[in-house]
Structure formats: C-alpha cells, structure tokens
C-alpha cells in the first residue's frame, strides 16, 4: 500500500514549479502502479500550449474557473470545480486560468510519468523510454 500526504511532497524534487503551472506529483512510474497521479495549479491568468503526443490525460478540475480550447476542434470547453475532461486522442489544446483565480486539478497520466518533466517545445512531455508511446488511432498531428 503507497499512503502519501500533499504537505510531504511539497518543496521537495517530486513539486515541479513553472511560470504557468506547478505540478506536485503524487504518484510517479516508480510506485508501479501503471499510471501518474498530480495535483497540480494551474497559475492564475496564464496560458499554457499543450499537446501530448506520448500520453493519454484525465483531468478533474477541483477548485478555480478557467477553459480548454481544443485546438483540431476549434472549440473552447469552460473548465470550473466538478468538470472533468479526458486527453484520449492526443488533443493539441491549450489551458488558461482566469486572471482571478488559479485551477486546481487532479491530473492522471497513462504511460505515468518519472517525475522530472516539463512541457517542450510542442508542449509535450518525451516518451519513456522503456515504454511504447501511446496510439491514439488519430493521424494527422503535424
């Protein structure tokens, strides 16, 4: 059985800070569960381009206002507590929390993550490397 508490992974290499989001991650590909686990806040006011292309995401949005603009959709979803949405085609989109008040959100990622990770250039995360990328069945990202 894995018991961790939020204030214990706070500060610590497993509490990844960047200018639009921070991401404490609960469960990482080490405990073997098959799948990563974060709280993560999505800071206030800012945008984040986003598009990963190696995993599938779930997101539970527990606290702030926002929206999730899908870009291949051409579609904006609002995002408030109680509203989960589910990356399961790779969507390329992009996050932004309402300038009064950040997101939090429960985030779970398949393949899970290592822990270290932080968007490139494309806004993805790189695949593991021991771990076979993730088919979504959709063509066409260029």
Known sequence: ???????????TENDVDTPTWNSRRLLLKKDGMGFSLHDTIIKAGTETMIWYKHHVEAVYCIEGEGEIEVVQENKT??????????LNGNEKHFLR???????????????????REVHDED????????????SSGISGHE
């Open 1 to 11: 059985m894995i018991v961790k508490q939020l204030e214990d992974i706070l500060g």
């Open 77 to 86: 979803y609002p995002i408030k507590p109680g509203t989960m949405y589910a």
């Open 97 to 115: 929390a309402h300038s009064n008040n950040d997101m939090r959100m429960v985030c779970v990622f398949n393949p899970p993550i290592t822990g």
């Open 123 to 134: 806004g993805a995360y790189a695949p593991s490397v021991d771990e076979p990328e993730i």
